[in-house]
């Protein structure tokens, strides 16, 4: 059974960072693309960015509002992904998901979330 | 505002049947055969309910489909049943990234 567990939200004061963790379980990691999906309070959903596979050449893609400040990544020893959030803005509070995106572009498995708040 | 245009609602009595649009460019919805559907209950994960426009995941009931037309693709939920109630979002590929629609709440009359 496919399970993502996603880690390290919380509460950051705006042009903080934060780091969120996503421990990956019951499918190969390593051949598989990831993705993160955010939803802001009351709102709808909204693509973050993507990593492929390292087999795949393990690049990245993020979302234009994000774009030079969040960056994502994977340790595949760990099973985890991983999205370094800097220079965080208040529109940037959300809940974070952490999605195994397949390669027919779609997100076939969701993790619970985590929220991150950004306030002064 | 969103790049996929849904009706933010829709509803249906037990056992019709609804239809929600989603609509974009040649971009988008209208260039691949990308688009996926998901349900989201309230306090919940989104759940995927189609996949490659009309494909269903193993679990997910046949009173859900999926089809596109041009720039538009469309959900239809058969026999609706309480359960149902959530809202919908639809989503495309569109090359180096992914849109969303901005969702639509179904409500069961």
């Known amino acids: 059974e496919v399970h993502l567990v996603e880690s390290g939200g919380g509460l950051v004061k705006p042009g903080g960072s934060l780091r969120l963790s996503c421990a990956a379980s019951?499918?190969?990691?390593?051949?598989?693309?990831m993705s993160w999906v955010r939803q802001a309070p009351g709102k709808g959903l909204e693509w973050v960015g993507r990593?492929?596979?390292?087999?795949?050449?393990?690049?990245?893609d993020h979302a234009a509002p994000v774009k030079g400040r969040f960056t994502i990544s994977r340790d595949d020893s760990k099973n985890t992904l991983y999205l370094q959030m800097n220079s965080l803005k208040t529109e940037d509070t959300a809940v974070y998901y952490c999605?195994?995106?397949?390669?027919?572009?779609?997100?076939?498995?969701w993790g619970q979330g985590i929220r991150v708040t950004v306030s002064s | 505002q969103s790049a996929l245009t849904q009706p933010p609602s829709a509803s249906g009595s037990p056992g019709q049947s609804v239809a929600i649009s989603c609509t974009g460019t040649?971009?988008?919805?209208?260039?691949?055969?990308?688009v996926s559907w998901y349900q989201q209950h309230p306090g919940k994960a989104p759940k995927l309910l189609i996949y490659d426009v009309s494909k269903r995941p193993s679990g997910v009931p046949d009173r859900f489909s999926g089809s596109k037309s041009g720039n538009t693709a469309s959900l239809t939920v058969s026999g609706l049943q309480a359960e149902d109630e959530a809202d919908y979002y639809c989503c495309s590929y569109a090359g180096t990234k992914e849109v969303f629609g901005g969702g639509t709440k179904l409500t069961v009359l």
């Open positions: 040649s971009s988008d919805v209208g260039g691949y055969n990308y």
């Open positions: 019951g499918f190969t990691f390593t051949t598989a693309w």
């Open positions: 990593i492929k596979s390292k087999s795949d050449g393990g690049t990245t």
């Open positions: 999605t195994l995106y397949e390669q027919t572009y779609y997100f076939e498995y």
